[in-house]
């Protein structure tokens, strides 16, 4: 059974910082392409950032670059999304979600969801 299970989430201040975290339990971590996604209250789920299986690439939405890193950790299967500079337009429920093994970082299917953490930015 696979699990992942996002921690880190809170409330900050504006221009403030967050680390979320996602631990992954039942697959073969290292052969994911990983995600972080959000969804804010009256939108639609969008993505925030992408991590190839190896870690060596990255995406990243438009209003989060410069701001948010992805990274991982393949020895802890952990991902993890840097947030630096929040803004009151980051406040979301924040998903962190697993591709289909040995996708690349471009596809858009992901298959297993985590139950989401949330992050509230004040101002």
């Known amino acids: 059974q696979v699990q992942l299970v996002e921690s880190g989430g809170g409330l900050v201040q504006a221009e403030g910082s967050l680390r979320l975290s996602c631990t992954a339990n039942?697959?073969?971590?290292?052969?994911?392409?990983m995600g972080w996604f959000r969804r804010a209250p009256g939108k639609e789920r969008e993505i925030v950032a992408a991590?190839?299986?190896?870690?060596?690439?990255?995406n990243y939405a438009d209003s989060v670059k410069g701001r948010f890193t992805i990274s991982r950790d393949n020895v802890k299967n952990t991902v993890y999304l840097q947030m630096n500079s929040l803004k009151p337009e980051d406040t979301a429920v924040y998903y962190c979600?697993?591709?289909?093994?040995?996708?690349?970082?471009?596809?858009?299917?992901?298959?297993?969801w985590g139950q989401g953490t949330q992050v509230t930015v004040s101002s």
């Open positions: 039942g697959l073969t971590f290292s052969i994911y392409p």
């Open positions: 991590i190839s299986a190896s870690g060596i690439l990255t």
């Open positions: 979600a697993a591709g289909q093994a040995r996708a690349g970082i471009s596809s858009t299917v992901y298959d297993y």
